[in-house]
Structure formats: structure tokens, C-alpha cells
């Protein structure tokens, strides 16, 4: 029986590096595509839980801020 994995995604993230690049460009571009892939925002959200509700309120908050600098936006 194969062992479950809990999680997303398990894939290395692959930064090539060119001839005479700087270490720090490419150290750059590493912790830009690790930030897209979520990693630490899961980790973070899992180490508490968050009731539903709570979820649901802070998404419906997040849009109506966003709807008020939209409207503030148009005038």
C-alpha cells in the first residue's frame, strides 16, 4: 500500500543560473518564485485553526474594501 502525502505539491523549485550571473539576482529570483508558490502562507494558516465563519467575514471585509477604493477610484 502506498504511503499517503499530506500537502501540495512536493516539486524542487529549479533556478538555472548563467554564466557570470550574480549570485544575488539569481538568489532573487528564487525567493520570487517561491513566494508564488504559497508555501509559507499554507504553513502559516495551518499552524492555527480558523472557524468558517470567521473565514467567510474577513473575505466579505477584504472585498468591501477593495469596492470602496474602486469606488473612491472612479470619482
Known amino acids: 500500500m502506498p504511503s499517503q502525502k499530506r500537502g501540495g505539491d512536493d516539486t524542487m ?33 495551518r499552524q492555527q485553526f480558523t472557524k468558517p465563519s470567521v473565514k467567510r467575514r474577513a473575505q466579505i471585509q477584504k472585498a468591501q474594501y477593495i469596492q470602496n477604493l474602486r469606488d473612491q477610484e472612479e470619482v
Do not use: H, S, Y
Open 13 to 45: 523549485l529549479i533556478i538555472p543560473i548563467k554564466d557570470g550571473e550574480n549570485i544575488d539576482r539569481a538568489l532573487k529570483r528564487f525567493k520570487r518564485k517561491f513566494d508564488r508558490t504559497g508555501t509559507m502562507r499554507q504553513l502559516r494558516a
